[in-house]
């Protein structure tokens, strides 16, 4: 009894341990946004600063398939911790295809920009656009995160190292897709109303 005990014990102090990293990442990515967002601020003074500039509609559909990405991840957690193995596995590969899905709009939406006129760089860019440009960008390299990370939660999941007793991962995956889907969510708001 007494070693089942410690298991446990070992098991919530390890919980914790990967929780507590987790959220320390995820401070740290929010203050590397918060810089960015402070220096689009700052530039807004700029004589050069684009004032009528208008967001490319995919983004505002690529801003609906993450929020279905955090709530899929939602829902792949309450049915894992109800051992309901089958609506976990669908849940897990709607928010991987939903993942996918807001990759290839926030490049299209990259590829709208660039048709309307706007670079990332060169002597055609406007400082408006590169900053859309380095924030969606560096946000798309945490989401690379989230969706190396999906694989291998789809992975244990399908080795059947998940059930209602052990859902480490699947939180872990939660708490960051919920943390993407809020930040992209924030960062829209953002760029939409402080251009």
């Not at 098991?11 to 320390?24: G, P, T, V």
């Not at 309901?84 to 295809?97: D, F, G, I, P, Q």
């Not at 760089?121 to 406007?126: A, E, I």
Request: net charge positive; with cysteine.
């Amino acid at each position: 009894m007494d070693m089942i005990m410690t298991t446990e014990e070992h098991k919530e102090r390890a919980a914790r341990s990967s929780k507590m990293i987790l959220l320390f990442a995820i401070i740290s990515m929010t203050m590397m946004f918060g810089g960015l967002t402070s220096a689009f601020i700052v530039s807004k003074s700029r004589v050069d600063w684009l004032k009528d500039f208008e967001l490319p509609a995919v983004f505002y559909f690529s801003t609906i398939v993450i929020v279905g990405c955090s709530i899929a991840m939602h829902l792949a957690k309450k049915s894992i911790q109800k051992d309901n193995r089958k609506a976990t596995s669908t849940y897990l590969l709607v928010t991987l295809a939903l993942g996918i899905l807001f990759v290839i709009l926030q490049f299209v939406g990259f590829s709208n920009l660039i048709e309307m006129g706007y670079y990332p760089t060169g002597p055609s860019s406007v400082i408006t656009t590169t900053f859309l440009y380095v924030i969606a960008f560096v946000h798309l390299l945490h989401l690379a995160g989230g969706l190396i990370s999906l694989l291998i939660i789809i992975y244990n999941h399908f080795k059947q190292k998940y059930n209602s007793t052990q859902t480490l991962g699947i939180e872990l995956g939660a708490m960051y897709w919920h943390f993407l889907d809020l930040l992209w969510v924030c960062l829209f708001v953002f760029l939409y109303f402080f251009k």
